[in-house]
């Protein structure tokens, strides 16, 4: 499998794109003015607590107050055990904190919407192969290796080395891109993470609360540290700069990959390249034509996603159940894309066009889970159920791509719908007598859009007619061109 790393760095936004075999599928943007804060370490303020939540709310300097759940809140008398030792249940969140501690948090999950940001003081700090938990005792290792031998050694190797150094408390994770990497390479990675650890918490030390101590990378070096595999032929950067500082992090990390970072000077931008910019526009709709003909709609709400499959122009050729079985497939490869690319998390139903065969059932189920082992969020996927649906989770911790590119729209306020000219010529004639039965007015002025007077002289002349009998007066139109279909006012003159 061909695969490219595509970086275009400007003053005010990075965007990265994920290019296997010349086709998008992840794209990451980051803007200057509001940079993502996952990863982030934070010494905040308890400023409210919520028994009957479980939660509170913690000033870590944002506008909004962060949110940190009972569960999340490591219990001072823990002593660093491992997670897994401790009890399951949720302790009560007045044991754990007081309004006005500083409390030192990390952000698990960013501001989204109207929600302020996801905390927890059980802090980590990835590095290339190695993630870094100050306070507990536990080696895990990645589950996408899969090779027992391979695991063990790292396992292995891992625990002897933090045994070494019984000044440094903590646990460790294993990352996938460990695999195979040499002892030295690890043990340098597990330097720079204490290195690293020590500089923070001397930092904590040091300011009030509110008070960031610890930013994570920026995106385009962050791109190198979790994207960058072996597989990986080219990773393109189109800024002077941005490439310095990139193969200064590749030199001194990962070495064996200083061949594949290049700098591109080419005057096409280098997201026409594999026409990304088109993918993105693509990525923003709501439909999703598959090749055969079929189509996909996408739906995403506050509370879910919801995935519909269509077969549209595809007629088949042998029978409907194949025709079906056909769409289905393909449109299991096409979600599994779009969910990357689109960044999309939390609940995701998916309803497949009804099958009737169970081993046609299998085999979508099957090969929509295959094609998800690529993606790097970590997802959850339910058997197809009695009313043919699939039901998913896929972990959230950025906004989606439509919610960093958009905003809800302010003519009809999100809906994806506007009121038609007749029900708004309606609204207008009971506004009307609401308005004559409260005042007294020798006649009316109706200001509206050019849609809404346009029908109220030519279909509705009737009923306007007709009004003006009822209530005896007079009413006159005036079109306001900045008036959306669904505003108007009646003026009493």
């Given at each position: 499998?061909?695969?490219?790393?595509?970086?275009?760095?400007?003053?005010v936004?990075?965007?990265?794109?994920?290019?296997?075999?010349?086709m998008?599928?992840?794209?990451?943007?980051?803007?200057?003015?509001?940079?993502?804060?996952?990863?982030n370490i934070?010494?905040?303020?308890?400023?409210?607590?919520?028994?009957?939540?479980?939660?509170?709310?913690?000033?870590?300097?944002?506008?909004r107050?962060?949110?940190?759940?009972a569960?999340?809140?490591?219990?001072?008398?823990?002593?660093?055990?491992?997670?897994?030792?401790?009890?399951?249940?949720?302790?009560?969140?007045?044991?754990?904190?007081?309004?006005?501690?500083?409390?030192?948090?990390?952000?698990?999950k960013?501001?989204?919407?109207?929600?302020?940001?996801?905390?927890?003081?059980?802090?980590?700090?990835?590095?290339?192969?190695?993630?870094?938990?100050?306070?507990v005792?536990?080696?895990?290792?990645?589950?996408?290796?899969?090779?027992?031998?391979?695991?063990?050694?790292?396992k292995?190797?891992?625990?002897?080395?933090?045994?070494?150094?019984?000044?440094?408390?903590?646990?460790?994770?294993?990352?996938?891109?460990a695999e195979?990497?040499?002892p030295?390479?690890?043990?340098?990675?597990?330097t720079?993470?204490?290195?690293?650890?020590q500089?923070?918490?001397?930092?904590?030390?040091?300011?009030?609360?509110?008070?960031?101590?610890?930013?994570?990378?920026?995106?385009?070096?962050?791109?190198?540290?979790?994207?960058?595999?072996?597989?990986?032929?080219?990773?393109?950067?189109?800024?002077?700069?941005?490439?310095?500082?990139?193969?200064?992090?590749?030199?001194?990390?990962?070495?064996?990959?200083?061949?594949?970072?290049?700098?591109?000077?080419?005057?096409?931008?280098?997201?026409d390249?594999?026409?990304v910019?088109?993918?993105?526009?693509?990525a923003l709709?709501?439909?999703?034509?598959l090749?055969?003909?079929?189509?996909?709609?996408?739906?995403?709400?506050?509370?879910?996603?919801?995935?519909d499959i269509?077969?549209?122009?595809?007629?088949g050729?042998?029978?409907?159940?194949?025709?079906?079985?056909?769409?289905?497939l393909?449109?299991?490869?096409?979600?599994?894309?779009?969910?990357?690319?689109?960044n999309?998390?939390g609940?995701?139903?998916?309803?497949?066009?009804?099958?009737?065969?169970?081993?046609?059932?299998?085999?979508?189920?099957?090969?929509l889970e295959?094609?998800?082992?690529?993606?790097?969020a970590?997802?959850?996927?339910?058997?197809?159920?009695?009313?043919?649906?699939?039901?998913?989770?896929?972990?959230?911790?950025?906004e989606?791509?439509?919610?960093?590119?958009?905003e809800?729209?302010?003519?009809?306020?999100?809906?994806?719908?506007?009121?038609?000219?007749?029900?708004?010529?309606?609204?207008?004639?009971?506004e009307?007598?609401?308005?004559?039965?409260?005042?007294?007015?020798e006649?009316?002025?109706?200001m509206?859009?050019q849609s809404?007077?346009d029908?109220?002289?030519?279909?509705?002349?009737?009923?306007?007619?007709?009004?003006?009998?009822?209530?005896?007066?007079?009413?006159?139109?005036?079109?306001?061109?900045?008036?959306?279909?669904?505003?108007?006012?009646?003026?009493?003159?």
């Amino acid at each position: 499998m061909s695969e490219e790393i595509l970086i275009n760095v400007t003053p005010v936004e990075t965007r990265v794109a994920l290019v296997e075999n010349g086709m998008l599928q992840e794209a990451y943007i980051e803007r200057t003015s509001r940079k993502g804060i996952v990863g982030n370490i934070y010494k905040g303020k308890v400023v409210r607590v919520l028994p009957g939540m479980e939660a509170a709310f913690v000033d870590i300097g944002l506008e909004r107050a962060a949110f940190i759940h009972a569960s999340d809140v490591v219990p001072s008398q823990s002593n660093g055990d491992d997670p897994a030792d401790t009890p399951k249940t949720v302790p009560d969140i007045r044991s754990l904190l007081r309004e006005g501690q500083s409390l030192v948090v990390q952000v698990t999950k960013d501001p989204i919407g109207t929600k302020g940001a996801r905390l927890t003081t059980q802090l980590s700090i990835p590095s290339r192969y190695l993630v870094f938990m100050p306070g507990v005792s536990h080696v895990g290792i990645s589950q996408r290796i899969e090779d027992d031998n391979e695991r063990a050694r790292l396992k292995t190797l891992i625990g002897e080395a933090a045994a070494e150094d019984p000044d440094v408390r903590g646990g460790y994770i294993i990352r996938t891109a460990a695999e195979a990497a040499s002892p030295e390479d690890l043990i340098g990675d597990m330097t720079y993470l204490h290195r690293l650890s020590q500089s923070i918490h001397e930092r904590i030390s040091r300011v009030q609360a509110p008070a960031v101590v610890y930013q994570d990378l920026p995106l385009f070096i962050r791109t190198i540290r979790d994207l960058i595999r072996p597989q990986t032929e080219k990773v393109r950067i189109d800024s002077r700069e941005s490439h310095q500082r990139v193969m200064e992090f590749v030199d001194e990390f990962v070495s064996e990959f200083s061949d594949k970072v290049e700098y591109y000077p080419g005057e096409r931008p280098i997201f026409d390249l594999y026409s990304v910019e088109d993918e993105i526009q693509k990525a923003l709709s709501r439909k999703v034509q598959l090749k055969s003909g079929g189509y996909v709609i996408i739906d995403q709400t506050e509370a879910m996603t919801t995935i519909d499959i269509n077969t549209g122009a595809f007629v088949g050729h042998r029978n409907l159940e194949e025709t079906i079985f056909k769409t289905n497939l393909e449109a299991a490869r096409a979600i599994s894309r779009q969910l990357r690319l689109r960044n999309l998390g939390g609940i995701i139903i998916i309803d497949f066009i009804d099958m009737e065969d169970p081993e046609h059932q299998r085999q979508v189920h099957r090969m929509l889970e295959k094609m998800l082992e690529r993606d790097h969020a970590k997802t959850k996927i339910t058997g197809v159920s009695e009313l043919g649906l699939v039901e998913m989770t896929r972990k959230r911790t950025t906004e989606s791509l439509g919610q960093v590119l958009c905003e809800p729209c302010p003519i009809c306020d999100g809906r994806g719908f506007l009121k038609t000219t007749e029900t708004v010529c309606y609204e207008i004639f009971r506004e009307i007598l609401r308005v004559n039965r409260a005042y007294d007015a020798e006649s009316y002025l109706v200001m509206a859009s050019q849609s809404v007077v346009d029908r109220l002289l030519d279909e509705e002349s009737d009923n306007v007619a007709d009004l003006e009998t009822f209530i005896s007066k007079t009413i006159r139109f005036q079109v306001e061109p900045f008036y959306s279909q669904e505003q108007y006012d009646v003026v009493l003159l």
